[in-house]
Nanobody, 126 residues
Framework: QVQLGESGGGLVQAGGSLRLSCAASGRTFSLNSMGWFRQAPGKEREFVARIRRSGGATYYSDSVKGRFTISRDNAKNTVFLQMSSMKPEDTAVYYC???????????????????WGQGTQVTVSS
């Protein structure tokens, strides 16, 4: 089992920046990718970013590309999401996710991931 814990959420003004962290514990050696999703009130959970453990390749949704940066510290089993030029529409609960099982699924799908954090609220005021 793997446990994920997010931190770093809060309130920020439009145009500002925020950095989220996600620390993984447990059977972290089994992880292949880690990602971030978000869910706004009344909306479905959506993919934000993903980083592969091996090689560090990164992937982003079109809505955050160029503004958000995902990175990781494998030694500390931690993944980060640096959010810049934030917009009110970035307001959501942000979830960290981790994938260990190999499946023929799209990495933008929630089903691709095996483990989830509890979420952290991010609010962007206009």
């Amino acid at each position: 089992q793997v446990q994920l814990g997010e931190s770093g959420g809060g309130l920020v003004q439009a145009g500002g920046s925020l950095r989220l962290s996600c620390a993984a514990s447990g059977r972290t050696f089994s992880l292949n990718s880690m990602g971030w999703f978000r869910q706004a009130p009344g909306k479905e959970r959506e993919f934000v970013a993903r980083i592969r453990r091996s090689g560090g390749a990164t992937y982003y949704s079109d809505s955050v590309k160029g503004r958000f940066t995902i990175s990781r510290d494998n030694a500390k089993n931690t993944v980060f999401l640096q959010m810049s030029s934030m917009k009110p529409e970035d307001t959501a609960v942000y979830y960290c996710a981790a994938q260990s099982s190999i499946r023929g699924l799209d990495y933008t799908s929630s089903a691709y991931y095996d483990y989830w954090g509890q979420g952290t609220q991010v609010t962007v005021s206009s």
